[in-house]
């Protein structure tokens, strides 16, 4: 990009030069003829590697964000991880046949199976089995 805006000057400041110029009107002509090469070659040699330069610092700005943006979802879920192991686990002591009562009871209000509410009842709080 920066390589195109160079040239782009250079041949701004020749142009310049061309119209100051006092020259023989045949070499005015000559002059501005190899102007205008200049700037057709210009634009056909570094427009297409200009514009390929461009969408390369695109899709690399579209990374970085993807990136920082997926940063930033695991430092959420590190934070939560580390927020819930820092939570202090309850133990409720309950004999077996109480257990089963809770989970019976469950499975009768939501239909899922024994295994089912069995862990997702132990998930939250640790039951210590009491004889």
Request: hydrophobic share 40%; net charge positive; proline share 2%.
């Given at each position: 990009?920066?390589?195109?805006?160079?040239?782009?000057?250079?041949?701004?400041?020749?142009?310049?030069?061309?119209?100051?110029?006092?020259?023989?009107?045949?070499?005015?002509?000559?002059?501005?003829?190899?102007?205008?090469?200049?700037?057709?070659?210009?634009?056909?040699?570094?427009?297409?590697?200009?514009?390929?330069?461009?969408?390369?610092?695109?899709?690399?700005?579209?990374?970085r964000l993807q990136v920082l943006s997926e940063n930033g979802e695991k430092?959420?879920?590190?934070?939560?991880?580390?927020?819930?192991?820092?939570?202090?686990?309850?133990?409720?002591?309950?004999?077996?046949?109480?257990?089963?009562?809770?989970?019976?009871f469950l499975l009768g209000k939501n239909g899922l199976n024994w295994e089912q509410v069995k862990?997702?009842?132990?998930?939250?709080?640790?039951?210590?089995?009491?004889?």
């Open positions: 990009m920066l390589v195109k805006l160079k040239l782009k000057q250079i041949l701004n400041r020749i142009k310049l030069v061309h119209t100051k110029s006092t020259y023989s009107e045949d070499y005015n002509k000559g002059f501005k003829h190899a102007i205008d090469l200049f700037a057709v070659s210009m634009d056909i040699e570094f427009g297409k590697w200009c514009e390929d330069q461009e969408n390369l610092h695109e899709q690399i700005r579209q990374l430092a959420k879920l590190l934070f939560e991880i580390n927020r819930l192991k820092s939570q202090p686990i309850r133990t409720i002591e309950l004999p077996n046949a109480e257990l089963n009562k809770i989970v019976s862990n997702h009842l132990v998930v939250g709080v640790k039951f210590k089995r009491a004889k």
